[in-house]
């Protein structure tokens, strides 16, 4: 099937503010569709083939706007100015302190509770021949959440021919401060169901061990006669209950995996997921040093979207990054953009159907 690729926009809604949040479809030639919100640069539908022909929305979200701007599980949206956990919401930088809210028992995540997620992101749209594209801008200004400086951000989502969805984002700061972007899009690669089926693969040797606040501790650990050797294709369920220290403190996986990059930020294929029913196969090619696996696992019944009861382990994520608390451990790869400096890094999530 080919189809005339295209961008649409309605209004999504209005927050409490009174800003509009609009929602634009992107419809490659193939026929897949991408819905994307201003809020939060929100991922809120894929619809893509099987190997029948029949087509699936296989992410997880909500139908209205409501439910975004909550406190939640971040389905779909940027996350910044630095994603995942900073250890007890606070850190050092050129000899000052800075102050963050704790929003995950004692750390910060994702930005604190008003991160880049829970923005209003300005839009506007494009097409060349690789298919349509939709640029988001931002201006995170000095102070925001605690963060210091002016940080001027744009994310390029194109929605290529090919079933790829290429995130680009790209930063500058007139003041030295901490970024980590990423997205947090939940996957079900079978459009209903839970995720423990899915066959995955990650190409890495090592990941971030973690205490229990699922802050890293210690040396990266091995994956090696370990449940986290996805090295090999495996299924997400297979051992996700097992008895390990790592499991325990994710409660499943919620861990960086560190991917095996041949040079530091070099586009790499991350990691590999198959869902075999359907024949539908995502790959996650990033040019991030690691990527944190989340199998969805505080997921809980309580919320609701597209028809759809939000079990347990409904949704994995795969979200390109530098590790957590990357701000506090210099033995990290650094974090910090300053002024002069460009912040740049590319993933691309891709689909397709295994015949």
Known sequence: MTTTAAITQRLFGTTPAGEAVTEFTLTNIQGSSIKIITLGGIITEWYMRDKNGTRADVVLGFDTLAPYLEVGPYFGALIGRVGNRIANAQFALDGTVYQLAANNGANNLHGGPLGFDK??????????????????????????????????VTVIYQFTHNDELAVDYVATTDKPTPVNLTQHCYFNLAGKGDIL?????????????????????????????????????????????ADHEQIKN???????????????????LAA???EETTGRLLEVFTQEPGVQFYSGNFLDGSLTGKGVIYQKRT?????????PDSINQPQFPSIILRPGAEYKTRTVFKLSVKE
């Open 119 to 152: 923005k209003v992101w300005r839009a506007s749209t494009a097409e060349d021949a690789n298919g349509p594209i939709l640029k988001l801008h931002l201006l995170s200004e000095d102070g925001d959440q605690g963060f210091p400086g002016n940080l001027d």
């Open 197 to 241: 089926s899915h066959k995955m693969q990650i190409f890495a040797d090592h990941i971030n061990a973690v205490n229990e606040a699922q802050i890293p501790v210690g040396e990266p650990m091995p994956v090696a006669n370990s449940p986290f050797d996805f090295r090999s294709p495996g299924l997400i369920g297979e051992r996700i209950n």
């Open 250 to 268: 994710g409660f499943g996986y919620d861990h960086n995996f560190l991917i095996n990059q041949k040079t530091y930020k070099e586009l790499t």
């Open 272 to 274: 590999r997921v198959e």
């Open 315 to 323: 949704g994995f994520c795969l979200e390109p990054q530098h590790a």
